[in-house]
């Protein structure tokens, strides 16, 4: 499929690191079954500037590792549809995420993985998100989210480390 992916770095990133996260993003569309070309929006940022836009956006005063923002009101499974594309692109922007890297530096650290493991999994996540899944729930939402993730970084072959 034709997705494309634009990657903003605020701060310094690695390449291999960036590889790998378009690389993620692209399997959890591909897995979920996207089957019409979209756009994804990806800005990797630190903790100041997450803490920011997580203040503004949703009126959390704190920062966090990843944020999505969806352009449609999916559920789990739907999927976008073809004439929701922007007619000068042919594509579907499916929404946005911001991951902190200095929050996955240290939650890669505290899990005993790779910053780049810990950065795929939030890519698969926030892309989860904008298909309509979510976690608040704590009870079959998260699990199915969480049954989605790891089988999607599984075809990756980044599993958990035991």
């Avoid at 790891?150 to 980044?158: P, Y």
Wanted: net charge negative; aromatic share 4%.
């Amino acid at each position: 499929m034709d997705h494309e992916i634009y990657l903003e770095t605020e701060v310094e990133t690695p390449q291999p690191v960036q590889d790998r996260l378009r690389e993620a993003i692209l399997a959890a569309l591909d897995e979920e079954g996207v089957g019409v070309p979209c756009i994804i929006e990806v800005c990797i940022t630190d903790n100041e500037g997450i803490h920011q836009t997580n203040l503004d956006m949703r009126g959390v005063d704190a920062p966090t590792d990843v944020l999505s923002f969806p352009m449609f009101d999916l559920t789990p499974g739907e999927k976008p549809q073809a004439d929701w594309a922007d007619p000068d692109t042919d594509k579907v922007l499916l929404g946005d995420m911001m991951i902190s890297l200095e929050r996955a530096q240290a939650q890669a650290e505290e899990y005993g993985h790779s910053l780049e493991r810990e950065i795929c999994y939030l890519g698969v996540h926030s892309v989860l998100h904008l298909l309509g899944y979510d976690h608040l729930d704590e009870g079959p939402q998260k699990r199915q989210m969480r049954a989605r993730e790891e089988a999607i970084l599984g075809k990756l072959g980044i599993v958990r480390e035991e």
